[in-house]
């Protein structure tokens, strides 16, 4: 309301190329089973959580912290195996991929994203000012194959390539001969959000020593327990982290974002053992989904299972939270219009949500809702 009356006597209004987007964030809802962000359900340990406490005490608030994340950047060249003047963080992967795009986008360049995909790329990239070049792939009945994404890249021929691996929302890698023929086939700057990497294949990273045009982000808000402390990072070579400090903020990683990453990065093993028993519960999950009639499932590098179950996505997203169950209904993204999305959780949560959705599926064919 304030806006609207400073704008009928200014004419101050949002940019115009922004001004049919609409908000974006994941509904906010409290239920008893969370599955609907794709964070890791098993918290930071207590013994960790007491040493990020002792560490945090030490700090000197009252001055800036290192521009340069030092520390933490040498912890995150430890645990990915890259050298440290190759890689950047900064408040999550989202964060980097702005700055990327700030720095290799902007006004008169082009941005290819390939839907369906994670939404704030595109965003990012107007956000940012780019030109978005949306192409639209039915991924969930035709998976790209290296010559499909090689013609798409190359006839699009953006300064920047978005590409997605594992991808959030349908969770297929991208197979190591895709990944290859799109940074054959880039002629600008290729950014493989690797957001899923520690759940499977496919994301890239051997890639960023290849080539100099390609750079993988990554984030500790899935595999690392971390979503709550905003921290990504980006491997790439030492050229690009010079591009991207003419974009950053000053001081933009506060002291105590960066002692959390060091700390927390000093555990990575133990915070990360979560992820044999997540890929085997995602399997789980998967066959016991397939057995419910008309179920289809895809296959997934990632910690979450995109799902079809024959009713309208928006009944299973209600009736299940109704069971208090929470799931993402993705099905306003192009060619999802069947699909949900459903993280894995413990073994607890994913009975809960493997029962309610049965239920919800025997009380709609036994009503004759599905086909
Ligand atoms: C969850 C997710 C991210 C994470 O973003 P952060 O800002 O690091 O929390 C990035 N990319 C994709 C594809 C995701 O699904």
Redesign the pocket.
């Known amino acids: 309301m304030g806006q609207r009356s400073v704008a009928a006597q200014r004419s101050v209004r949002l940019r115009d190329d922004l001004a049919d987007i609409s908000v974006y964030a994941a509904p906010w809802i409290d239920a008893p089973v969370r599955l609907n ?3 890791t359900s098993w918290g930071v340990p207590d013994e960790v959580r007491a040493e990020l406490a002792r560490a945090v005490e030490r700090l000197d608030l009252h001055r800036y912290p290192d521009p340069e994340a030092h520390a933490l950047r040498a912890a995150l060249a430890r645990y990915s195996g890259h050298e440290i003047a190759g890689v950047w963080a900064a ?7 702005q700055q990327l795009l700030m720095a290799f986008g902007g006004a008169g360049r082009t941005c290819l994203v390939v839907e369906p ?2 939404a ?2 595109a965003r990012i990239a107007r956000a940012t000012g780019t030109t978005l070049r949306r192409e639209v792939w039915p991924r969930a009945e035709r998976p790209l194959t290296a010559s499909d994404a090689a013609e798409l890249v190359a006839s699009v021929g953006a300064q920047v390539t978005m590409w ?1 691996s ?4 349908t969770g297929e890698a991208a197979s190591p001969d895709v990944l290859e023929a799109v940074c054959e086939a880039a002629p600008g700057l290729v950014i493989i ?4 990497a520690e759940f499977g294949e496919g994301a890239g990273a051997a890639l960023v020593n290849r080539y100099e045009h390609v750079v993988v ?6 595999a690392l327990r971390a ?1 709550g402390v ?3 990072y980006v491997l790439a070579q030492p050229w690009v982290v010079d591009a991207l400090h003419v974009v950053r903020l000053p001081y933009h990683l506060s002291a105590l974002t960066q002692v959390a990453g060091v700390t927390l990065l000093g555990h990575a093993d133990q915070l990360t053992r979560h992820v044999a028993l997540t890929q085997q519960e995602r399997e789980r999950v998967r066959t016991t989904l397939e057995r419910l009639p008309g179920l289809r499932v895809l296959p997934s590098d ?1 910690n979450f299972l995109c799902f079809r179950t024959g009713l309208a996505p928006r009944e299973v997203f209600d009736q299940l939270l109704a069971r208090g169950v929470l799931i993402r209904d993705i099905s306003s993204y192009p060619t999802l219009e069947d699909w949900s999305r459903v993280t894995i959780g413990t073994p607890d949560e994913n009975d809960q949500f493997l029962s309610a959705l049965t239920e919800v599926v025997h009380a709609a064919t036994s009503q004759g809702g599905a086909r």
Do not use: F, I, Q
């Open positions: 962000t794709n964070e408040n999550g992967s989202n964060e980097v991929l995909t994670y704030m790329h997605c594992p991808n959030n929302p959000d690797a957001a899923y982000v990554r984030t500790l808000s899935k979503a905003r921290l990504g990632a």
